[in-house]
T-cell receptor, first 116, second 116 residues
Framework: GAGVSQTPSNKVTEKGKYVELRCDPI?????LYWYRQSLGQGPEFLIY????????DSGLPNDRFFAVRPEGSVSTLKIQRTERGDSAVYLC??????????????FGPGTRLTVL | AQKITQTQPGMFVQEKEAVTLDCTYD???????LFWYKQPSSGEMIFLIY??????QNATEGRYSLNFQKARKSANLVISASQLGDSAMYFC?????????????FGAGTRLAVHP
C-alpha cells in the first residue's frame, strides 16, 4: 500500500512569501502529525490532528504557521510571511491511533523548504 | 518536561560487528514509550523498534534490540551484524502522558557509518 506522501519535495521561496505544504497520509490513519527538522537536529513537533481537528498545536512557533485537515485526510501546512529561519525539512507522519502506546508513526519523505 | 539525549554525534563500526547507540531520557511521566528511527540520506524516517515503559522484557526486532534500563533512564539501541546499508542517522524518541501521548520528542541523533 501507499505510504505517506508529501508535495512538493522541494520548495524555494523568497522572504515574505506565502507557502503551502501538502501531506497525504496513509489511508485509514486518523492521526496526522507535522514536524520540522532543521539541519543537524532531530525533528521537532509542530501540530497533531485527530480527524479534522487540531488536537495539539503547541509546537507551532508563531501565528505565521497554520495547518488544516478539512476532511480528515489530506493536510496542508501554511506559512505566511516566510522568514529565512523557516528553512528546514517539514516532515509529515500519520498513525492509526492505536490504544496501548505503541501507535507507530509512519513518516513521509518530507518537504525541503528554502527561504532566500 | 520530556527530554531525549543522544551523546554520540557519530559512530563507526566494522561490517558484521555489533554497535550500541546510546540514548538517555528524562521524564516524570509514569507511563511512556520509547522509539528508535533510522533516517538514511534519502530523508525518510523509518521506524525500527518500540519499548513501552511497563514492558518487562527488552524489545527485539530482527537485528535490532533495545537495552532498556528503566532505573538509569536509558534506552540504548543495539544493532547486531552491521551491514553497509545500516549507515544512516539514528534518532531516539519518546512519547508520554504529559505530551498527550501523541507527539514524539526526538534526540539530536547519532550518525552511524559502517565500514567494509
Amino acid at each position: 500500500g501507499a505510504g505517506v506522501s508529501q508535495t512538493p519535495s522541494n520548495k524555494v521561496t523568497e522572504k515574505g512569501k506565502y507557502v503551502e505544504l501538502r501531506c497525504d497520509p496513509i489511508s485509514g490513519h486518523t492521526a496526522l502529525y507535522w514536524y520540522r527538522q532543521s539541519l543537524g537536529q532531530g525533528p521537532e513537533f509542530l501540530i497533531y490532528f485527530q480527524g479534522t481537528g487540531a488536537a495539539d498545536d503547541s509546537g507551532l512557533p508563531n501565528d505565521r504557521f497554520f495547518a488544516v485537515r478539512p476532511e480528515g485526510s489530506v493536510s496542508t501546512l501554511k506559512i505566511q510571511r516566510t522568514e529565512r529561519g523557516d528553512s528546514a525539512v517539514y516532515l509529515c507522519a500519520s498513525s492509526p491511533n492505536l490504544a496501548g502506546g505503541r501507535d507507530e508513526q509512519f513518516f513521509g519523505p518530507g518537504t525541503r523548504l528554502t527561504v532566500l | 518536561a520530556q527530554k531525549i539525549t543522544q551523546t554520540q554525534p557519530g559512530m563507526f563500526v566494522q561490517e558484521k560487528e555489533a554497535v550500541t547507540l546510546d540514548c538517555t531520557y528524562d521524564t516524570s511521566d509514569p507511563s511512556y514509550g520509547l522509539f528508535w528511527y533510522k533516517q538514511p540520506s534519502s530523508g525518510e524516517m523509518i521506524f525500527l523498534i518500540y519499548q513501552g515503559s511497563y514492558d518487562q522484557q527488552n524489545a527485539t526486532e530482527g537485528r535490532y534490540s533495545l537495552n532498556f534500563q528503566k532505573a538509569r533512564k536509558s534506552a540504548n539501541l543495539v544493532i547486531s551484524a552491521s551491514q553497509l546499508g545500516d549507515s544512516a542517522m539514528y534518532f531516539c524518541a519518546m512519547r508520554g502522558v504529559s505530551g498527550g501521548y501523541n507527539k514524539l520528542i526526538f534526540g539530536a541523533g547519532t550518525r552511524l557509518a559502517v565500514h567494509p
